[in-house]
Protein backbone atom coordinates (compact mmCIF):
# COMPACT_ATOMS: atom_id res chain seq x y z
CA UNK A 1 0.00 0.00 0.00
CA UNK A 2 1.18 3.71 -1.28
CA UNK A 3 1.41 6.05 2.27
CA UNK A 4 2.01 9.38 2.76
CA UNK A 5 3.15 10.79 6.03
CA UNK A 6 3.35 14.38 6.49
CA UNK A 7 4.86 15.76 9.15
CA UNK A 8 8.75 14.18 9.93
CA UNK A 9 9.11 14.96 13.27
CA UNK A 10 8.91 13.46 16.95
CA UNK A 11 5.87 11.26 15.77
CA UNK A 12 5.94 11.53 12.07
CA UNK A 13 8.98 10.16 11.21
CA UNK A 14 8.92 6.92 13.54
CA UNK A 15 5.62 6.20 12.40
CA UNK A 16 6.95 6.71 8.70
CA UNK A 17 9.65 3.96 9.40
CA UNK A 18 7.41 1.85 11.12
CA UNK A 19 5.33 1.44 8.19
CA UNK A 20 7.83 1.07 6.00
CA UNK A 21 9.65 -1.64 7.97
CA UNK A 22 5.85 -2.82 8.03
CA UNK A 23 5.90 -3.20 4.09
CA UNK A 24 4.27 -0.20 2.87
CA UNK A 25 5.93 2.15 0.35
CA UNK A 26 5.65 5.33 2.16
CA UNK A 27 6.43 8.54 1.51
CA UNK A 28 7.83 11.09 4.38
CA UNK A 29 6.71 14.71 3.60
CA UNK A 30 8.72 17.86 5.12
CA UNK A 31 8.83 21.34 4.89
CA UNK A 32 12.24 21.43 6.17
CA UNK A 33 15.30 20.29 3.76
CA UNK A 34 17.91 20.21 6.70
CA UNK A 35 15.51 17.39 7.97
CA UNK A 36 15.12 16.09 4.04
CA UNK A 37 18.60 16.27 3.73
CA UNK A 38 19.61 14.29 7.06
CA UNK A 39 17.42 11.65 6.46
CA UNK A 40 18.93 11.42 3.04
CA UNK A 41 21.81 11.10 4.11
CA UNK A 42 20.92 9.12 6.86
CA UNK A 43 22.51 11.40 9.64
CA UNK A 44 20.28 11.21 12.33
CA UNK A 45 21.69 12.03 16.02
CA UNK A 46 19.89 11.86 19.06
CA UNK A 47 16.66 9.93 18.04
CA UNK A 48 15.09 7.67 19.94
CA UNK A 49 17.00 4.25 20.16
CA UNK A 50 16.60 2.27 17.50
CA UNK A 51 14.94 4.72 15.23
CA UNK A 52 18.25 6.61 13.27
CA UNK A 53 19.17 2.58 12.40
CA UNK A 54 15.43 2.09 11.62
CA UNK A 55 15.15 4.92 9.25
CA UNK A 56 18.10 4.53 7.53
CA UNK A 57 17.56 1.13 6.88
CA UNK A 58 14.08 1.82 5.74
CA UNK A 59 15.55 5.09 3.19
CA UNK A 60 18.07 2.80 1.46
CA UNK A 61 15.79 0.23 0.85
CA UNK A 62 13.79 2.53 -0.99
CA UNK A 63 10.41 1.90 1.22
CA UNK A 64 10.70 5.30 2.62
CA UNK A 65 11.18 8.62 0.59
CA UNK A 66 11.99 11.77 1.89
CA UNK A 67 10.19 14.50 0.05
CA UNK A 68 9.10 18.20 -0.17
CA UNK A 69 6.18 17.45 -1.68
CA UNK A 70 2.59 14.79 -1.76
CA UNK A 71 2.42 12.59 -4.25
CA UNK A 72 -0.82 10.28 -4.60
CA UNK A 73 -1.34 7.55 -2.27
CA UNK A 74 -4.01 5.20 -0.92
CA UNK A 75 -3.31 6.58 2.83
CA UNK A 76 -2.54 9.88 3.98
CA UNK A 77 -1.65 10.28 7.41
CA UNK A 78 -0.72 14.01 8.84
CA UNK A 79 0.93 13.86 11.90
CA UNK A 80 2.33 17.97 11.82
CA UNK A 81 2.76 19.88 15.31
CA UNK A 82 -0.65 21.81 16.81
CA UNK A 83 0.92 24.25 19.02
CA UNK A 84 -1.19 26.47 21.43
CA UNK A 85 -1.08 30.67 20.59
CA UNK A 86 -0.18 33.08 22.77
CA UNK A 87 -3.94 33.66 23.50
CA UNK A 88 -4.05 29.86 24.31
CA UNK A 89 -6.26 28.32 21.10
CA UNK A 90 -4.78 25.81 19.02
CA UNK A 91 -2.98 26.86 16.12
CA UNK A 92 -4.59 24.42 13.27
CA UNK A 93 -2.61 26.25 10.67
CA UNK A 94 -0.17 22.88 9.88
CA UNK A 95 -3.07 20.56 9.94
CA UNK A 96 -4.90 22.98 7.38
CA UNK A 97 -1.39 23.45 4.74
CA UNK A 98 -0.96 19.51 5.27
CA UNK A 99 -4.57 18.50 4.13
CA UNK A 100 -4.54 21.31 1.64
CA UNK A 101 -1.59 19.92 0.08
CA UNK A 102 -2.80 16.68 -0.08
CA UNK A 103 -6.53 17.88 -1.91
CA UNK A 104 -4.78 17.89 -5.79
CA UNK A 105 -3.55 14.11 -5.34
CA UNK A 106 -7.11 12.65 -3.33
CA UNK A 107 -8.88 10.33 -4.85
CA UNK A 108 -12.02 8.15 -3.80
CA UNK A 109 -11.17 5.78 -1.56
CA UNK A 110 -8.67 6.92 -0.41
CA UNK A 111 -8.06 7.40 3.54
CA UNK A 112 -6.86 10.58 5.33
CA UNK A 113 -5.76 10.35 9.15
CA UNK A 114 -4.98 12.90 11.13
CA UNK A 115 -2.94 11.60 14.06
CA UNK A 116 -1.94 15.13 15.30
CA UNK A 117 -3.47 16.64 18.27
CA UNK A 118 -6.48 18.93 17.63
CA UNK A 119 -9.85 20.17 18.99
CA UNK A 120 -12.57 18.61 19.30
CA UNK A 121 -14.55 18.62 15.37
CA UNK A 122 -11.18 19.17 13.49
CA UNK A 123 -11.86 15.97 11.31
CA UNK A 124 -14.98 17.09 10.12
CA UNK A 125 -14.01 19.97 9.55
CA UNK A 126 -10.66 18.89 7.44
CA UNK A 127 -13.08 17.05 5.47
CA UNK A 128 -15.33 19.61 4.63
CA UNK A 129 -12.11 21.59 3.70
CA UNK A 130 -10.72 18.74 1.14
CA UNK A 131 -14.64 18.41 -0.25
CA UNK A 132 -14.92 22.69 -0.71
CA UNK A 133 -11.46 22.09 -2.81
CA UNK A 134 -12.45 19.02 -4.27
CA UNK A 135 -16.29 18.85 -5.05
CA UNK A 136 -15.58 16.49 -7.35
CA UNK A 137 -15.01 13.97 -4.84
CA UNK A 138 -18.79 14.24 -3.31
CA UNK A 139 -21.57 12.04 -3.39
CA UNK A 140 -24.72 13.41 -4.99
CA UNK A 141 -26.00 13.43 -1.05
CA UNK A 142 -22.67 15.56 -0.80
CA UNK A 143 -21.25 12.73 1.41
CA UNK A 144 -17.12 12.56 1.06
CA UNK A 145 -16.26 10.14 -1.70
CA UNK A 146 -13.32 9.41 0.50
CA UNK A 147 -12.67 8.04 4.07
CA UNK A 148 -11.87 10.57 7.36
CA UNK A 149 -11.00 9.51 10.67
CA UNK A 150 -9.08 10.79 13.53
CA UNK A 151 -6.46 8.46 15.49
CA UNK A 152 -4.45 9.86 18.69
CA UNK A 153 -0.73 9.19 18.66
CA UNK A 154 -0.33 8.02 22.46
CA UNK A 155 3.39 7.03 22.99
CA UNK A 156 6.18 8.41 25.23
CA UNK A 157 9.29 9.53 24.47
CA UNK A 158 12.21 7.03 24.16
CA UNK A 159 10.07 4.64 23.84
CA UNK A 160 7.79 5.72 20.37
CA UNK A 161 8.38 3.07 18.04
CA UNK A 162 7.33 0.44 20.94
CA UNK A 163 4.62 2.07 21.89
CA UNK A 164 3.54 2.58 18.19
CA UNK A 165 2.78 -0.82 17.99
CA UNK A 166 2.49 -1.72 21.66
CA UNK A 167 -0.18 0.56 22.88
CA UNK A 168 -4.30 0.20 22.36
CA UNK A 169 -5.30 2.81 20.01
CA UNK A 170 -8.63 5.15 19.78
CA UNK A 171 -9.93 5.16 15.94
CA UNK A 172 -12.24 7.69 15.06
CA UNK A 173 -13.93 8.37 11.86
CA UNK A 174 -16.28 11.13 10.52
CA UNK A 175 -18.71 7.82 9.15
CA UNK A 176 -18.95 4.08 10.16
CA UNK A 177 -16.99 3.09 6.81
CA UNK A 178 -14.00 5.98 7.67
CA UNK A 179 -14.14 4.56 11.17
CA UNK A 180 -13.83 0.72 9.73
CA UNK A 181 -11.31 1.59 6.82
CA UNK A 182 -9.19 3.58 9.07
CA UNK A 183 -9.32 0.75 12.22
CA UNK A 184 -8.29 -1.85 9.60
CA UNK A 185 -5.03 -0.24 8.23
CA UNK A 186 -4.24 0.28 11.77
CA UNK A 187 -5.03 -3.79 12.66
CA UNK A 188 -2.32 -4.02 10.11
CA UNK A 189 0.36 -2.84 12.43
CA UNK A 190 -0.66 -2.51 16.00
CA UNK A 191 -0.77 -5.35 18.45
CA UNK A 192 -2.54 -3.66 21.08
CA UNK A 193 -6.27 -3.25 20.71
CA UNK A 194 -7.79 -0.98 18.22
CA UNK A 195 -11.03 0.79 19.64
CA UNK A 196 -13.46 2.10 17.27
CA UNK A 197 -15.67 4.75 17.86
CA UNK A 198 -16.50 8.48 16.25
CA UNK A 199 -14.06 11.65 15.48
CA UNK A 200 -14.88 13.57 17.74
CA UNK A 201 -15.25 11.05 21.02
CA UNK A 202 -11.33 9.58 19.84
CA UNK A 203 -10.21 13.78 19.33
CA UNK A 204 -11.79 14.45 22.87
CA UNK A 205 -10.45 11.45 24.06
CA UNK A 206 -6.39 12.08 23.76
CA UNK A 207 -7.47 15.89 25.37
CA UNK A 208 -9.38 13.78 27.99
CA UNK A 209 -6.38 11.58 28.66
CA UNK A 210 -3.44 14.61 29.04
CA UNK A 211 -6.31 16.79 31.10
CA UNK A 212 -6.47 14.12 33.54
CA UNK A 213 -2.36 13.82 33.34
CA UNK A 214 -1.62 17.48 34.29
CA UNK A 215 -4.61 17.69 36.91
CA UNK A 216 -2.60 14.97 38.63
CA UNK A 217 0.12 16.84 38.81
CA UNK A 218 -1.44 20.06 39.56
CA UNK A 219 -2.62 18.18 42.71
CA UNK A 220 1.20 16.67 43.56
CA UNK A 221 2.42 20.04 43.21
CA UNK A 222 0.24 21.42 44.97
CA UNK A 223 1.13 19.24 47.61
CA UNK A 224 4.60 19.58 47.47
CA UNK A 225 4.31 23.33 48.23
CA UNK A 226 2.18 22.80 51.40
CA UNK A 227 4.43 20.63 52.48
CA UNK A 228 7.99 22.85 51.80
CA UNK A 229 5.70 25.56 53.63
CA UNK A 230 4.84 23.66 56.84
CA UNK A 231 8.07 21.94 56.84
CA UNK A 232 7.27 18.57 55.48
CA UNK A 233 9.60 16.54 53.28
CA UNK A 234 6.71 15.86 50.47
CA UNK A 235 8.64 12.45 48.75
CA UNK A 236 8.01 11.02 52.35
CA UNK A 237 4.55 12.64 52.78
CA UNK A 238 3.48 11.35 49.44
CA UNK A 239 5.28 7.63 49.57
CA UNK A 240 3.40 7.04 53.29
CA UNK A 241 -0.23 8.53 51.77
CA UNK A 242 0.33 6.14 48.90
CA UNK A 243 0.25 3.23 51.22
CA UNK A 244 -3.48 3.46 51.04
CA UNK A 245 -4.67 0.95 48.81
CA UNK A 246 -6.77 3.19 47.12
CA UNK A 247 -4.64 6.34 47.06
CA UNK A 248 -2.07 6.86 44.12
CA UNK A 249 -0.75 10.85 44.13
CA UNK A 250 1.91 11.28 41.34
CA UNK A 251 5.28 12.63 42.12
CA UNK A 252 5.80 16.09 41.98
CA UNK A 253 8.58 18.33 39.94
CA UNK A 254 9.10 22.01 38.68
CA UNK A 255 6.12 21.87 36.34
CA UNK A 256 5.02 19.84 33.50
CA UNK A 257 6.31 20.15 30.23
CA UNK A 258 6.73 18.03 26.99
CA UNK A 259 4.32 18.48 23.79
CA UNK A 260 1.33 16.91 25.21
CA UNK A 261 0.36 17.48 28.54
CA UNK A 262 0.97 21.75 29.07
CA UNK A 263 -0.60 22.08 25.25
CA UNK A 264 -3.68 19.92 24.64
CA UNK A 265 -5.83 20.81 27.76
CA UNK A 266 -6.27 24.09 26.62
CA UNK A 267 -7.91 23.04 23.66
CA UNK A 268 -10.77 22.08 25.42
CA UNK A 269 -10.62 25.22 27.68
CA UNK A 270 -10.44 27.22 24.47
CA UNK A 271 -13.59 25.26 23.41
CA UNK A 272 -15.71 25.44 26.67
CA UNK A 273 -14.00 28.39 29.03
CA UNK A 274 -16.64 28.01 31.31
CA UNK A 275 -16.87 24.66 31.87
CA UNK A 276 -13.64 23.70 32.21
CA UNK A 277 -12.68 25.26 35.28
CA UNK A 278 -10.86 22.86 37.18
CA UNK A 279 -8.99 22.14 34.15
CA UNK A 280 -7.72 25.73 33.89
CA UNK A 281 -6.92 25.32 37.29
CA UNK A 282 -4.80 22.05 37.23
CA UNK A 283 -2.39 24.66 33.98
CA UNK A 284 -2.45 27.18 36.59
CA UNK A 285 -1.28 25.27 39.40
CA UNK A 286 1.30 23.95 37.19
CA UNK A 287 2.84 26.71 35.49
CA UNK A 288 2.66 28.42 39.07
CA UNK A 289 4.86 25.49 40.08
CA UNK A 290 7.50 26.40 38.12
CA UNK A 291 7.66 30.05 39.07
CA UNK A 292 8.03 29.27 42.87
CA UNK A 293 10.69 26.56 42.11
CA UNK A 294 12.52 29.60 40.61
CA UNK A 295 11.59 31.68 43.28
CA UNK A 296 13.31 29.12 45.84
CA UNK A 297 16.31 28.96 43.49
CA UNK A 298 17.07 32.84 43.99
CA UNK A 299 16.24 32.69 47.70
CA UNK A 300 18.99 29.72 48.00
CA UNK A 301 21.04 32.38 46.18
CA UNK A 302 20.88 36.01 48.06
CA UNK A 303 23.83 35.28 50.25
CA UNK A 304 26.14 35.08 47.39
CA UNK A 305 27.46 38.54 45.85
CA UNK A 306 27.70 36.64 42.23
CA UNK A 307 26.17 33.68 42.62
CA UNK A 308 27.05 30.73 40.34
CA UNK A 309 23.74 28.41 39.36
CA UNK A 310 23.67 24.65 38.17
CA UNK A 311 20.95 23.42 36.57
CA UNK A 312 21.30 19.93 36.09
CA UNK A 313 18.66 18.75 33.62
CA UNK A 314 16.71 20.52 30.43
CA UNK A 315 14.63 18.03 29.46
CA UNK A 316 11.08 17.35 30.21
CA UNK A 317 11.41 14.14 31.98
CA UNK A 318 14.62 12.29 32.92
CA UNK A 319 16.48 9.88 30.26
CA UNK A 320 15.56 12.19 26.98
CA UNK A 321 16.38 14.58 24.81
CA UNK A 322 13.14 16.77 24.68
CA UNK A 323 13.43 20.05 25.38
CA UNK A 324 9.79 20.95 24.45
CA UNK A 325 7.63 23.06 26.64
CA UNK A 326 10.16 22.54 29.57
CA UNK A 327 10.16 23.67 33.02
CA UNK A 328 14.01 23.53 33.31
CA UNK A 329 14.36 25.61 30.14
CA UNK A 330 12.47 27.99 31.63
CA UNK A 331 13.91 28.35 34.66
CA UNK A 332 17.50 28.00 33.53
CA UNK A 333 16.06 31.04 31.07
CA UNK A 334 15.29 33.35 33.91
CA UNK A 335 18.14 32.50 35.95
CA UNK A 336 19.86 33.90 33.05
CA UNK A 337 18.24 37.12 32.98
CA UNK A 338 19.14 37.89 36.10
CA UNK A 339 21.30 41.21 36.66
CA UNK A 340 24.49 39.02 38.35
CA UNK A 341 24.91 35.26 38.05
CA UNK A 342 26.49 32.78 35.86
CA UNK A 343 24.44 29.62 34.51
CA UNK A 344 26.13 26.42 34.09
CA UNK A 345 23.99 23.58 32.10
CA UNK A 346 24.50 20.01 32.92
CA UNK A 347 22.24 17.54 30.24
CA UNK A 348 23.68 14.60 29.29
CA UNK A 349 21.56 13.84 26.34
CA UNK A 350 22.10 16.86 24.17
CA UNK A 351 25.71 18.39 23.20
CA UNK A 352 24.42 21.99 22.46
CA UNK A 353 22.30 24.53 24.05
CA UNK A 354 18.43 25.52 22.23
CA UNK A 355 17.86 28.67 21.65
CA UNK A 356 16.81 30.94 23.63
CA UNK A 357 19.53 29.62 26.20
CA UNK A 358 22.51 29.11 23.38
CA UNK A 359 22.37 33.14 22.72
CA UNK A 360 23.21 34.00 26.37
CA UNK A 361 26.69 35.17 27.42
CA UNK A 362 26.34 33.96 30.91
CA UNK A 363 25.06 30.75 30.42
CA UNK A 364 27.32 27.50 29.36
CA UNK A 365 26.53 23.85 28.44
CA UNK A 366 29.46 21.75 30.86
CA UNK A 367 30.19 18.56 32.27
CA UNK A 368 28.70 17.80 36.11
CA UNK A 369 32.27 17.68 37.51
CA UNK A 370 32.75 21.26 36.09
CA UNK A 371 29.14 22.33 37.48
CA UNK A 372 29.57 20.89 40.62
CA UNK A 373 33.10 22.36 41.46
CA UNK A 374 31.51 26.06 40.57
CA UNK A 375 28.60 26.24 41.62
CA UNK A 376 27.08 27.97 44.51
CA UNK A 377 23.44 26.63 43.87
CA UNK A 378 22.62 23.34 42.39
CA UNK A 379 19.11 23.25 41.15
CA UNK A 380 18.45 19.43 39.93
CA UNK A 381 15.70 19.98 37.84
CA UNK A 382 15.27 17.01 35.44
CA UNK A 383 15.76 13.57 37.82
CA UNK A 384 18.43 12.01 34.97
CA UNK A 385 19.81 8.46 35.98
CA UNK A 386 23.14 10.10 35.61
CA UNK A 387 21.90 12.76 38.85
CA UNK A 388 21.09 9.74 40.88
CA UNK A 389 22.60 10.72 44.09
CA UNK A 390 24.10 13.65 43.33
CA UNK A 391 22.85 15.17 46.88
CA UNK A 392 25.92 13.64 48.20
CA UNK A 393 28.53 15.20 46.02
CA UNK A 394 27.27 18.23 47.14
CA UNK A 395 30.37 20.41 48.84
CA UNK A 396 29.40 21.80 52.23
CA UNK A 397 29.68 25.32 50.93
CA UNK A 398 27.06 24.62 48.35
CA UNK A 399 23.33 24.89 48.09
CA UNK A 400 20.97 22.10 46.75
CA UNK A 401 17.52 22.80 45.61
CA UNK A 402 15.71 19.69 44.23
CA UNK A 403 12.82 19.28 42.13
CA UNK A 404 10.33 19.76 45.19
CA UNK A 405 12.11 23.47 45.83
CA UNK A 406 13.48 22.29 49.03
CA UNK A 407 16.89 24.09 50.09
CA UNK A 408 19.68 22.09 51.44
CA UNK A 409 23.17 23.45 52.40
CA UNK A 410 25.79 20.58 51.73
CA UNK A 411 25.53 17.00 51.64
CA UNK A 412 21.94 15.47 52.72
CA UNK A 413 22.10 12.41 54.51
CA UNK A 414 18.96 10.03 54.95
CA UNK A 415 16.40 10.73 57.16
CA UNK A 416 17.53 14.31 57.55
CA UNK A 417 15.08 16.95 58.58
CA UNK A 418 14.65 19.46 56.03
CA UNK A 419 14.61 23.70 56.86
Request: some cysteine; charged content about 25%; hydrophobic content about 40%.
Amino acid sequence: MNVCVLGLGYIGLPFAALLARHGHSVRGVDTSESVLRALRLGNLPGLEPSLGALARECVSSGRLVPSGSVSRADVFIVAVPTPVREVRKADLSFVEQAVDSISPFLEAGNLLVIESTVPVGTTEKMASRLLEKRPDLASPEGRPLFFAAHCPERVLPGKILEELVEVDRVVGGIDPESTEKAASFYRGFVRGAVHTTDARTAEMCKLVENASRDASIAFANEISMLCVKWGIDPEALIGLANRHPRVRIMEPGPGVGGHCIPVDPWFLVASAPEDTALIQAARKTNERKTEWVLERIKKAACRFENPVFACLGLAYKPNVNDLRESPAVKIAGKLCSMKNGEVRIVEPNIDRLCPPLSALPNCRLVSLEEALKEANVVALLTRHREFEGIERRISAETLFVDPNGIIRAGTRKAGEATP
